[in-house]
């Protein structure tokens, strides 16, 4: 294996695609009107104490200054069934909820039912880094959903569904 020093972004692009992540819907009720945006950069478990999760955001985005104004922002870890949610979120449609099946919490949180999880969160910090923004958020409260929901996986530029463990598979712990 050569290593190449010609970052440019699509070889990065193509670099950063070797490694699979989650996927996410971060949404709210802003002014009555739903809001959110799909995040592959996310990390769980930041911080313990406070609870805190973070992804990163293009300087460029058009959502992120609407959302982060929120009271509280869902967190909804996608699940095998939306590929499509997550490309109509992701789109530039005026309506990219039309047709989802929303939760949403008395402070404005919005989630996307049949999610792996749900998390309710603040904006806790942003920091500056390079073309994008990582953002810190504080967890409030979080919905664990039975084990039918599987997480979507985002790798090679393309999503995929996470194989099932057999229940005769033991878990790590």
């Known amino acids: 294996m050569t290593l190449n020093r010609d970052l440019n972004p699509a070889t990065l692009r193509e670099a950063f695609a070797c490694f699979p992540s989650g996927v996410v819907a971060l949404c709210a009720r802003v002014n009555d009107e739903a809001q959110g ?3 592959s950069s996310f990390t769980v478990g930041v911080s313990l104490e ?9 300087n460029t985005s058009k959502t ?9 922002i ?12 997550c490309r109509q979120i992701a ?4 309506n990219r909820f039309k047709h989802l099946k929303l939760t949403s919490s008395p402070e404005g ?12 969160a603040s904006v806790y910090a942003e920091i500056p ?9 504080e967890v409030h409260a979080v919905a664990t959903h039975d084990k039918k929901h599987a997480p979507l996986l985002f790798h090679e530029s ?13 878990a790590v712990r």
Request: aromatic residues 8%; charged residues 20%; glycine residues 8%.
């Open 37 to 39: 945006l799909i995040a």
């Open 50 to 58: 406070p609870a805190l999760v973070s992804f990163a955001v293009q």
């Open 64 to 72: 992120w200054p609407v959302l982060r104004g929120s009271e509280r």
């Open 74 to 85: 869902g967190i909804s870890v996608l699940g095998t069934e939306h590929h499509e949610a």
């Open 91 to 94: 789109g530039k449609a005026p």
């Open 109 to 120: 949180a919005l989630f996307l039912d049949g999610s792996a999880l749900w998390m309710e």
């Open 129 to 137: 880094a390079g073309d994008h923004q990582v953002v810190l958020l």
């Open 158 to 170: 393309r999503f995929h569904d996470m194989p099932q463990r057999s229940s005769s598979e033991p």
